[in-house]
């Protein structure tokens, strides 16, 4: 576990393996954990960088309002302050809008793209959801939210099977979130509208989606990928939003296989 300072904040991250550099951006109100059955599998072959974004996990809680263009940023200074000049990006819902907005500002700083259960912009259906969640954290609280956000992100046989380890993490996830915060974020998803611009973005793209994803259905990764000019997807059966958690023994066979055949630069493993 390590801790780097950036110009407003500083942000704690996992470093494992050696490599050409891997980093893994969580979705919203989650943290670096939710990649804790990629890891192991990326490691052997890549450096892996997984990050808490700021005001996640152990990251420090700077007040508001926060943006995907501060998100953006503080991905970008990660990298400077570790002298990583490109990478492979890998995102998780909310994770994989932040590193869309990332290839906006920052295309040169990027390999390759895969992109989990993300969206680019928010319909009505969508737009309910995060509704839903600020008002339960509002006027419920966080165990509230954690437990309807555990129904819209997981299969129900999955949170049958594994309901103490739910309670658990609730309980540590409790104690380092800030409430103020996931309102905010949950703010900042409800603008997110990048779908305008993303035939602007010319970098190799890996689209997964499940099959039975609640919380952003299919129909957000098919959109990005007819816009986006250089991507594929691949939608998951029998799985929905958090299937990397789920299943990441059927999740990372997808994703090692697009990050070998991409290209690296001379004197990072390329020609």
């Not at 680019?120 to 008002?135: G, M, R, S, T, W």
């Not at 994803?213 to 594929?232: C, E, R, V, Y």
């Amino acid at each position: 576990m390590k801790r780097i300072e950036l110009n407003s904040t500083d942000i704690f991250y996992e470093d494992n393996g050696t490599g050409y550099p891997v980093v893994l951006v969580h979705g919203m109100g989650s943290d670096h954990t939710v990649w804790q059955g990629i890891i192991p599998l990326l490691k052997d072959n890549y450096r892996v960088l997984a990050l808490d974004l700021r005001g996640h996990g152990h990251s420090m809680k700077t007040p508001g309002p926060y943006t995907m263009e501060l998100f953006s940023h503080d991905i970008y200074q990660f990298l400077e302050s570790l002298n990583i000049d490109q990478a492979h990006f890998i995102g998780h819902s909310m994770g994989g809008s932040i590193l869309l907005e990332l290839a906006l500002q920052h295309p040169g700083k990027i390999r390759s793209l895969t992109l989990i259960s993300s969206f680019a912009f928010v319909d009505q259906p969508l737009k309910e959801i995060f509704l839903n969640l600020d008002k339960i954290l509002e006027y419920q609280g966080f165990d509230q939210f954690f437990d309807a956000c555990i129904k819209l992100t997981y299969t129900s046989q999955f949170q049958l099977d594994n309901q103490e380890s739910f309670r658990e993490i609730r309980e540590k996830m409790g104690e380092t979130s800030s409430i103020p915060i996931l309102r905010d974020t949950l703010t900042l998803c409800l603008d997110v509208n990048l779908i305008d611009y993303l035939e602007g973005i010319e970098i190799p793209t890996l689209i997964i989606a499940g099959e039975k994803d609640n919380f952003t259905p299919s129909l957000h990764g098919k959109k990005i990928q007819m816009n986006l000019p250089q991507a594929d997807i691949e939608i998951i059966k029998g799985l929905g939003h958090n299937l990397l958690v789920e299943k990441p023994e059927k999740i990372f066979p997808i994703i090692n296989r697009f990050l070998k055949v991409q290209k690296l630069p001379p004197g990072l493993g390329g020609e």
